[in-house]
């Protein structure tokens, strides 16, 4: 008996057509950092490292099929969609440089409970777990705002990305890319978050704490890391005068 095309569809789960669950910018970067990677696995087997070679190769080759293809299986594990994203969002994006190899500002930042350190909006990041996290928010009048935290991606010395997860009191999501400057200057740290404030009343009150973190207050929050990573000076004295 012949079979249907939904029958041999089901017998082809490789075959199956996937949705579409990153954004156009995700795209552009997983096919930028996919090559990067490749190209740096060659240079290692060029040179007879061939585990690192091999493992770059492999890591850029699932960057490249995500930004072609569109589709990351993680993402659609975890039931991230960021293809179609929600409408009234809030996005803030900056980029600082600093005079550290990725890896050292990576790492600083890889420690969430270091973020408070420097970024003014944030109380408390507390990690839960290998890739959880709850996260607490003040804002103007004492206003405040919680929610956990999952990672989404974890790239030694080149990405970190995040989204809220649950009743979250300001679903949010983001990404910290760590690149080399040009010239040897160091680290150039981009970060994007997109804020998505709920409605009603409580809604509102998120909103004035989303809307606070303005791109303005973000550059300001960059420039604390970069005090703090090169002069390795603390920042409360600063942050109790603002």
Request: hydrophobic share 35%.
């Amino acid at each position: 008996m012949e079979q249907s095309e939904s029958e041999r569809s089901e017998s082809r789960p490789w075959q199956r057509p996937r949705k579409m669950n990153v954004g156009p910018a995700e795209r552009k970067a997983s096919l930028a950092g996919g090559a990067a990677l490749a190209l740096s696995g060659l240079r290692n087997l060029s040179r007879r490292n061939y585990a690192s070679g091999l493992a770059m190769i492999a890591a850029g080759g699932m960057f490249l099929y995500r930004g072609q293809t569109g589709y990351c299986g993680l993402y659609d594990a975890m039931g991230v969609d960021t293809m179609h994203t929600q409408p009234g969002g809030l996005r803030i994006e900056k980029a600082v440089t600093i005079g550290l190899p990725p890896n050292e500002v990576y790492e600083f930042w890889r420690n969430l409970e270091n973020l408070p350190r420097f970024m003014k909006h944030l109380e408390s990041v507390e990690v839960t777990g290998p890739r959880t996290s709850h996260w607490k928010a003040m804002g103007p009048g004492g206003i405040s705002a919680e929610w956990d935290a999952e990672m989404m991606e974890d790239t030694p010395g080149q990405q970190i990305s995040w989204h809220s997860v649950g009743e979250a009191d300001i679903p949010n999501k983001g990404s910290v890319e760590f690149k080399e400057a040009p010239g040897n200057r160091g680290t150039e740290v981009r970060v994007t978050i997109d804020y998505y404030p709920p409605g009603g009343a409580a809604g509102k009150a998120a909103a004035r704490i989303a809307h606070g973190v303005n791109a303005q207050q973000l550059e300001e929050d960059l420039k604390r890391l970069k005090q703090i990573l090169e002069v390795g000076e603390e920042t409360t004295a600063q942050r109790t005068a603002d």
